[in-house]
């Protein structure tokens, strides 16, 4: 089982849900204070910029120090979310969930939810033009990383705001 930690829980290939990652030797663009939680400082022998293995860690030992692993189901898929019948009167939401390795769609119920799928999840290739004519192969950062093609090929990169 992976354990939470959205992006910064590293694997060489991409996960279900995931176009964005972190790739190996990323190290934090970030101080660790400002990276930290309030409630939660980083231990004072971390570097002041971490490697994604160390603010993994800390994310871990966050949400142990706080028990909140018992609350999280990690290699689920949430597929849909919608107001309960009546949710005018109890204003509750139904969230309905796979296992990532697929199975049967589950149901559940809660008081309120927050959607927190991240501002990398979805890749998405610039809708330009000129990339008609181009011969290369087009792809997001993720799979760029992931393939390695750095190493190996001559690229352009498209950055758009
Ligand atoms: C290369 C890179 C370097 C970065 N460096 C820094 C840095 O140095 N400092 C900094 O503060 N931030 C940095 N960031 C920004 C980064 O987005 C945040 O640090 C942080 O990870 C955002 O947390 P999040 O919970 O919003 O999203 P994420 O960490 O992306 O987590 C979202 C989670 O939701 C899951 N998910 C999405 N859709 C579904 C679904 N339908 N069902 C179930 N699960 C779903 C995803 O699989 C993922 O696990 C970096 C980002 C990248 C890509």
Redesign the pocket.
């Known amino acids: 089982m992976s354990l939470?930690?959205?992006?910064?829980?590293y694997t060489d290939h991409l996960?279900?849900?995931?176009a964005?990652?972190?790739?190996d030797n990323?190290?934090?663009?970030?101080n660790k204070d400002?990276?930290a939680f309030g409630d939660f400082p980083m231990p004072d022998d971390y570097p002041t910029?971490?490697t994604h293995d160390r603010?993994y860690e800390y994310l871990t030992s966050y949400a142990k120090h706080f028990d909140l692993l018992r609350h999280i189901q990690c290699n689920?898929?949430?597929?849909k979310v919608r107001q309960t019948k009546d949710y005018i009167t109890t204003g509750q939401w139904e969230v309905f969930?796979r296992a990532?390795d697929g199975g049967k769609e589950e149901q559940h119920v809660f008081d309120a939810v927050c959607i927190?799928?991240?501002?990398?999840?979805r890749g998405r290739i610039p809708d330009l033009p000129e990339l008609a004519d181009f011969k290369g192969e087009n792809v997001t950062?993720a799979l760029w990383w992931i393939q390695n093609l750095l190493h190996s090929i001559d690229i352009s990169v498209v950055y758009e705001q």
């Open positions: 939470s930690g959205g992006l910064w829980y996960r279900p849900n995931q964005a990652g972190i790739y990323v190290t934090s663009n970030d400002r990276m910029y971490l603010y689920q898929t949430v597929t969930t990532t927190c799928s991240g501002a990398f999840t950062i």
